[in-house]
């Protein structure tokens, strides 16, 4: 008796530890990229080293590990890498705070997080891990600031830019999240500062037309979120003639209503401003552009938020009319938008009706509004109205029809030509902080900007800073560091210094996923035939938040590296999985909720399988899943289950299946072919529930029948240990041993099936009462509505219920699958 409880013991601890130490020894999960078979590349997007890993990081790498494993055991020679992310704020601040280096803090957290992902069984090559802190990484970071100065794209300029008072660093466009730091919260403001930016503008068009390639394999509301963002509007500029001689040059999408321009604004921190004010007027915008240094891009751009500005003392000519327009500087528009400055149009533009209404300008329609229009600013279609002058009119002409026209007319009078607008501005890279990748330019009184020579690469960063030393100062800490800014030039050996910023992470993260062809090259950024073998990214897997700035960063640098002849690719992810939020009571897991949920206390209670298995049976992918509504008790019932039918199996290795029970091996082969459709499909949810009813199968044949020995019973375990390995390697792993196979399963090949028995001869139908589960039947596939509804009704639990509840009132019947009694 005690050998039969010895037996049924499943001890998720016991497993864990036999299998862990044989993958690392055995070189599991190793990638030969000499080996000739077809290869995949699955990347999950790196974590940050902030801490040991949390429940996002069990449902991200629980998911992203199914792809991998599945391509393996269809033959493919796949590539599943890990690094971090390991540059970045959280570090410099935690070395602020306990007087000590960034590195240390980092290389301290990500050795804690590689032993839980190493316990948490994610089939990854660890002989490619790399760090973008490490120098080997950030030199070749360097490399490619510099090939991008080289052709161009990577610049300097005075700007207002985002900033920070509590990071004390500028943000990109991106970083802020209504009104405030995405990293701390904090307000943020506007700062004159020089700062270093990449020319992702130069690609705005190719970001836009390479989505072609990414149409029904990227998730369409990412594709909408970055075409939303690059923003391409097709207009035309206008130029504008200002007193003093200067010519003003604006967009829009709406040239048809150059007539009803009636007054002219800029944006109040644009240089425009300062180059068209009369000294009469100058202290008046000064006042008023210190009153917006404390209010974002987002709050100026409110359509709610009152229209304010000044006027600026001068007047531009309308080139269609002729009138004189006042000229105002204001919030409502933004310096980097366009030219910032734009052509009043009130008639056709709300933002404009309401400046024109506080400041009693003239309001003039061009476009006739539809009889039923009740409100101010027309931007419906329509025809033109008041605009014509003694050489051109547009009156009656549709809107296309007008824009058409005007825009020639301008051209032949040299004030104005068709064009096309981007929302996408260029990338502010450089960052006022200690803990990135130096930006790796010299600047020298006489030579100016000079690239650190590539064999002086990389720029390192000093080892001797720490503690207050890295506080914020409203420049980088490295400014302070007279040893390091110090250097000779390395054109005329003139004394010189370094550029003091940092780059922004988004640039390390930006080419990472080719770095792992060879992470420890010292000689290449990477070798571009290993690379163009393979890349792109066959499935990469990460959080919708995402989706905007690193996809959009990535997509960029791999078409200058495609220009660069480095790669023969021009997108790096040819498919994309964003898996959902872990929350808890349908709210995201906070300390500050009280409602965080442990990740370790979890793996301590339930064993790494269950909470794999959690969270991958919770729901689809791309959804959330809510903790308080999942069991992963059940989930440990459910393996131990799975465990003992490998352990109760009689029959011998390679015994034909054939003989086994037919309804058995029907089911499994079904399941087999199932699977196939559905990881294809990204359902690796639903492949979990075909899991459960072939091992319930299994064990309702072991349990009558021919039973253990019945060869149809190891055929249903072999295949479960298969595809039970997807998400739960462990228990897999010990029913392949427990059934006689050597290790590992992970390197099988998958299991075939027969057409033959995909034909399903009888199904389960439901039989509910008032929509709840009572009872099921048996059935043939091609029953009867008729003959399913008697079969049911005459079910002794369906005739007690309806006796119970007052005799039937209706049956609703969906042949095969169900019957729904409603009584009363």
């Not at 101010?376 to 050489?391: K, L, M, R, V, W």
């Not at 890295?470 to 370094?498: E, I, M």
């Not at 992470?505 to 080719?514: E, L, N, Q």
């Not at 509910?768 to 079910?795: F, M, N, Y």
Request: a negative charge; proline letters at 6%.
């Amino acid at each position: 008796m005690s050998e039969i409880v010895e037996k049924q013991s499943y001890d998720f601890r016991a497993i864990e530890a036999k299998w862990l130490p044989f993958w690392e020894q055995d070189g599991t999960f190793v990638t030969n990229t000499a080996d000739s078979r077809p290869k995949k590349y699955v990347c999950d997007m790196f974590p940050y080293p902030s801490g040991d890993l949390h429940m996002g990081h069990a449902e991200a790498f629980a998911i992203g590990d199914v792809p991998a494993r599945y391509w393996r055991l269809r033959g493919y020679n796949v590539l599943h890498p890990i690094g971090w992310d390991s540059f970045g704020l959280p570090a410099e601040n935690a070395a602020i705070k306990n007087n000590a280096h960034p590195a240390e803090w980092t290389y301290n957290n990500i050795e804690t997080q590689a032993e839980s992902f190493k316990r948490y069984g994610i089939s990854v090559d660890w002989t490619r891990r790399l760090h973008t802190s490490d120098e080997l990484y950030y030199r070749w970071t360097q490399w490619l600031f510099l090939r991008l100065y080289e052709r161009g794209l990577a610049y300097r300029r005075n700007s207002p830019v985002n900033w920070c008072p509590s990071c004390q660093t500028v943000l990109a466009n991106e970083q802020v999240v209504s009104g405030a730091c995405e990293r701390c919260g904090t307000p943020v403001t506007k700062k004159a500062l020089n700062q270093w930016y990449f020319k992702i503008t130069d690609y705005a068009d190719r970001l836009l037309e390479d989505m072609a390639q990414l149409e029904g394999t990227w998730p369409e509301r990412v594709l909408a979120m970055q075409r939303n963002w690059i923003g391409r509007s097709e207009g035309a500029h206008l130029d504008f003639p200002v007193d003093g001689g200067h010519t003003v040059t604006v967009f829009t999408t709406r040239p048809d209503t150059v007539f009803g321009a009636t007054f002219f604004v800029v944006a109040a921190d644009a240089e425009l401003a300062t180059e068209l004010v009369t000294d009469e007027q100058s202290g008046e915008l000064e006042a008023y552009r210190e009153q917006l240094k404390s209010v974002s891009d987002i709050e100026r751009q409110a359509t709610d938020r009152k229209k304010t500005g000044v006027f600026l003392g001068v007047y531009a000519t309308n080139p269609t009319t002729g009138a004189r327009m006042p000229v105002y500087a204001t919030d409502y528009v933004l310096a980097d938008y366009g030219t910032g400055a734009v052509m009043g149009v009130p008639g056709q533009d709300q933002r404009d009706w309401e400046f024109a209404t506080a400041f009693d300008l003239p309001i003039v329609r061009t476009v006739q509004p539809a009889a039923d229009f009740e409100g101010e600013a027309y931007t419906g279609e329509g025809p033109a109205i008041n605009s014509a002058n003694a050489e051109i009119s547009l009156d009656g002409m549709e809107v296309e029809e007008a824009k058409a026209k005007i825009i020639d007319w301008l051209d032949s009078k040299g004030a104005g030509r068709a064009t096309v607008n981007y929302r996408l501005r260029d990338w502010l890279v450089s960052r006022q902080r200690f803990w990135g990748a130096p930006i790796p330019i010299i600047h020298c009184p006489d030579c100016g900007e000079v690239p650190v020579p590539e064999d002086q690469l990389p720029v390192t960063l000093p080892t001797d800073m720490r503690g207050e030393q890295l506080a914020p100062k409203g420049q980088s800490p490295l400014a302070s560091n007279t040893d390091w800014v110090s250097v000779g030039c390395p054109v005329c050996g003139k004394p010189a210094t370094r550029d003091t910023d940092t780059m922004d992470t988004f640039v390390d993260s930006s080419w990472y996923y080719i770095r792992y062809i060879d992470p420890k090259s010292t000689s290449e950024i990477f070798p571009t035939e290993q690379a163009n073998q393979w890349l792109p990214v066959d499935q990469y897997v990460g959080g919708v938040e995402h989706a905007i700035l690193h996809l959009l960063y990535s997509r960029f640098i791999t078409k200058v590296l495609y220009d660069m002849d480095l790669v023969s690719f021009t997108e790096p992810f040819k498919a994309l999985l964003n898996q959902g939020q872990v929350l808890n009571g349908g709210k995201a897991m906070s300390k500050s909720l009280g409602n965080g949920v442990d990740l370790g206390e979890q793996l301590e209670a339930y064993g790494v399988d269950a909470v794999r298995l959690t969270m991958v049976f919770a729901s689809p992918p791309e959804d959330d899943v809510d903790w308080a509504d999942v069991s992963p008790a059940a989930s440990q019932k459910f393996l131990a289950r799975a465990w003992r039918l490998a352990q109760d199996v009689t029959s011998a290795r390679g015994t034909d299946p054939a003989a086994g029970a037919s309804g058995l091996r029907s089911l499994t082969h079904r399941s087999i072919a199932d699977a196939e459709s559905l990881l294809g499909a990204q359902k690796y949810n639903v492949v979990v529930a075909r899991l459960m009813e072939l091992v319930n199968a299994a064990r309702k044949e072991i349990d009558s029948g021919a039973g253990p020995a019945d060869p149809a019973v190891r055929e249903a375990a072999e295949v479960t240990a298969q595809l039970l390995s997807l998400v739960a390697p462990y228990t897999a792993e010990d029913m392949w041993q427990l059934l006689g196979h050597e290790a590992s399963v992970a390197n099988t090949a998958w299991p075939a099936y027969e057409e033959a028995l995909l034909v399903q001869e009888t199904i389960t139908a439901v039989v509910q009462v008032k929509g709840k589960l009572r009872d099921k039947l048996e059935v043939p596939v091609d029953i009867t509505e008729a003959d399913l509804e008697a079969q049911a009704l005459a079910l002794p639990k369906i005739q007690r219920y309806i006796a119970d509840d007052g005799g039937v009132r209706k049956v609703i019947v969906r042949a095969p699958k169900l019957v729904n009694v409603v009584t009363g």
